[in-house]
């Protein structure tokens, strides 16, 4: 995911500027459009013994492990991952030892500038803005993928507000649990960004349900990633 530009001065770009931006990323070089035989990137990080839980059709216990520096990640990636734990059957906890599945880590600038340009946010005190000004905000790696091991980076230097780390975070992981970009602008895994990819929609939950065991009944779609409360009636009503 990435970020264009001055936080402070925003000024979003037409919504045809950004959508060719986007198709042109998705099209030429959507990292989930490439082969499970593809090795993913790479970085001197701790490795995560039971990445392989990420694969799992039964009930997951995820194990993460925080070696990022940024406060707000964290926060953003627990909550994230809550909001994850009620629509798919996982239970997950931190992992401060070697049994991880997950290991949130701070970014090079090698691996976040190498990084495809799949969902963005198009921002910034010009509309010419050149692609010199975006950022990378995270990259996950991709489940199935020669030398995957569960681990997501972010960059741990970028301002984000909570929600908009939050929503980062919430795509990231949909990303580590094998879905894939979606079409619809109102959907968290949305190529680029959209102000309504707030939600968890039917094509997202169709892709999580042919890979995992789910708590939510599939009629119900879309999730507002919001709206907690909207979560828990799904699992009392379960």
Partial sequence: MTWRGDRTHQLALSFQQRLSAGIIALLLCDPLAISAQAVVWDGNYAPC?????????????????????????????????????????????????????????DGTPGILSSATIARSVFAGKRENASADDITVVARSQLPGSRGFQGWVAFNAHLWLSEQEMYLNAVHEIGHLLGLRHNPSSSSVMYFVDSPAAQTVDLTDINQLAIQHKLRTPLAHPPIRITDTKNVADIIRRY
Avoid: Q
Wanted: net charge positive; aromatic share 10%; glycine share 6%.
């Fill in 49 to 105: 013994p039971r990445h392989s839980e990420l694969l799992k059709r039964d009930p997951m216990v995820v194990g993460v492990k925080f070696s990022t520096s940024s406060r707000s990640v964290r926060k953003a990636f627990r909550k994230a991952m809550d909001f994850w734990s009620a629509i798919i059957d996982m239970t997950w906890y931190e992992d401060d030892g070697g049994a991880c599945a997950i290991n949130v880590v």
